[in-house]
């Protein structure tokens, strides 16, 4: 009662684009709440709100819906909530609980009787809550599988939701600095790790395959992937398709990892033509993120991640970037978050986090690859600015872009064959301001190629 569950699952309702149903709000409309404690007094309250709840919960169409804080007293609104939901406890104490509502409910008239109920009901809470949250970002998180603790790896045989056997996946490096740690977390149930090449090279047919033959869990198996984007791509896309689909839960450990590439359930490896030209849509069951292990992650592979902290500001209309770092980390995955379960397939709005991205691939193929991603998205975001006729100093104080030594005409082909130009003309992710994106844009080719010379150093 007074955690505003109300206000929170209306803004969590827009932020996942779901319907939102307040159970209270649904009484009311039939008849005021104090009404009905009036006449009826608590047990018909309780009974209206048994009908309103299992109706909410019944329903085929996914919602968010709000409860009022005594329903979980119901056994039958428990029992559907097991079957039927993800539940979360939005959490606030006695206190300020008491400062927000006091005089205003049935059941908040004595500060007494309301201190009693709160502690008579904590257990109920604990019992019921599948996520705690505070605030917003906490709830999307929470809706998606996405867990930010920092610490969180010591903590991974509890978040990993198996009963199950666990196989880890790694590549060579990580495995050597938090293997042991994992394996260590995960107890008995951690069977195998099996090590990736670092980098790229893992994200080949040939080590796929490799890692198939490996696997010897059963269906109920879960498979963790513990590394950055290149692991959680591979091992993400192994256990999409062992035995048609096996759960899998994501520890990404770069920058990259913890606010773009372990969000959203894109898997996907290369093909010799391409980069991620196979892969599948396969939501990790969880998602843990631990910012300690970014403390041994080198300083070119946190500029990588930077370089996607300043995108997601970008599309958000928020200074992201200027953050404490890990606050930075949890906006970022959050906003991705939402955006992937408003869009899972990419068939919509998602296609906005390609800002900067088609210059970005333009450079990186003309480089054969050899030039480093957050570097080719920091030029690539300050193209795709310059083009929406915006203010580019923000790419220019956090990312210091610098020219790329490539062949022009090698980069220009190389944009031309992008996937996102239709009949020669490049549609493209410009900002109308920061925070309003606007996908598909059409525009004119001698625009798109001037703007790419400019990233390109003679
Ligand atoms: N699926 C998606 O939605 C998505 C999104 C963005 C990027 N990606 C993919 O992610 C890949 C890039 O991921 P990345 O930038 O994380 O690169 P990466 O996985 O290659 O990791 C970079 C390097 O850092 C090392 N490393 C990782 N964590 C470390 C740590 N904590 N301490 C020390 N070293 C560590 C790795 O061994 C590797 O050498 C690309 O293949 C890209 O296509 C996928
Ligand atoms: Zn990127």
Redesign the pocket.
């Given at each position: 009662m007074g955690a505003g569950k109300s206000t929170l699952g209306a803004a969590l309702a827009e932020q996942l684009g779901r319907p939102f149903v307040d159970v209270d709000g649904e009484i009311e409309r039939e008849e005021p709440i104090a009404r009905i404690f009036e006449t009826g007094g608590e047990v018909a309250f309780r009974l209206r709100e048994s009908k309103h709840a299992l109706d909410a919960l019944g329903s085929p169409t996914p919602a968010v819906i709000a409860l009022g804080g005594g329903a979980v007293g119901t056994d039958q609104i428990r029992k559907a909530l097991r079957a039927r939901a993800l539940t979360m406890l939005v959490e606030i104490d006695a206190e300020e609980a008491w400062r927000r509502v006091a005089g205003q409910r049935p059941l908040a008239q004595d500060e007494a009787a309301f201190r009693t109920l709160y502690d008579q009901r904590q257990p109920l809470y604990d019992n019921a809550a599948d996520a705690r949250t505070a605030d917003l970002d906490g709830a999307v998180l929470a809706a998606g599988g996405v867990h930010v603790e920092p610490g969180a790896l010591e903590r991974l045989g509890e978040l990993v939701p198996a009963e199950g056997q666990v196989e880890i996946v790694s590549?060579a490096?990580?495995a050597g600095?938090y293997g042991m740690d994992v394996q260590l977390a995960l107890g008995a149930r951690a069977r195998a790790v099996h090590e990736l090449a670092?980098?790229?090279q893992a994200?080949t047919v040939e080590s796929l395959e490799a890692l198939w033959h490996a696997l010897r869990l059963e269906r109920s198996g879960t498979l963790v992937a513990l590394?950055?984007?290149?692991?959680t791509?591979v091992a993400g896309f192994a256990a999409a398709t062992y035995f048609r689909g096996i759960d899998w839960v994501a520890v990404p450990?770069?920058l990259?990892?913890q606010v773009?590439?372990a969000i959203?359930g894109?898997?996907?490896i290369d093909l010799p033509d391409g980069?991620?030209l196979v892969g599948s849509f396969h939501w990790p069951v969880r998602t843990v993120i631990d910012a300690v292990?970014?403390e041994?992650?080198?300083e070119e592979?946190l500029a990588?991640g930077r370089a996607e902290v300043v995108k997601t500001g970008l599309l958000a209309g928020e200074p992201i970037w200027e953050l404490p770092p890990g606050e930075q980390v949890r906006r970022a995955a959050a906003f991705k978050t939402a955006l992937c379960l408003r869009d899972p397939h990419d068939h919509g709005e998602r296609a906005q986090l390609n800002l900067g991205h088609t210059f970005a691939h333009a450079l990186e193929a003309a480089a054969d690859y050899a030039l480093p991603?957050g570097r080719a998205v920091a030029l690539g975001l300050l193209a795709a600015l310059r083009l929406s006729g915006l203010e580019t100093k923000v790419v220019e104080e956090t990312l210091r872009p610098e020219p790329v030594r490539v062949d022009r005409d090698a980069a220009w082909a190389a944009l031309a064959r992008d996937k996102k130009v239709v009949d020669g003309t490049p549609r493209l992710v410009l900002l109308e301001a920061p925070g309003a994106p606007r996908v598909g844009v059409e525009v004119p080719s001698a625009d798109v190629r001037a703007a790419l010379d400019a990233l390109i150093a003679n």
């Open positions: 590549d490096r990580v600095i670092p980098g790229e994200k590394g950055g984007g290149c692991t791509d450990t770069t990259v990892g773009d590439a959203g894109k898997t996907a980069k991620n292990t970014l041994t992650l080198p592979e990588n991603h």
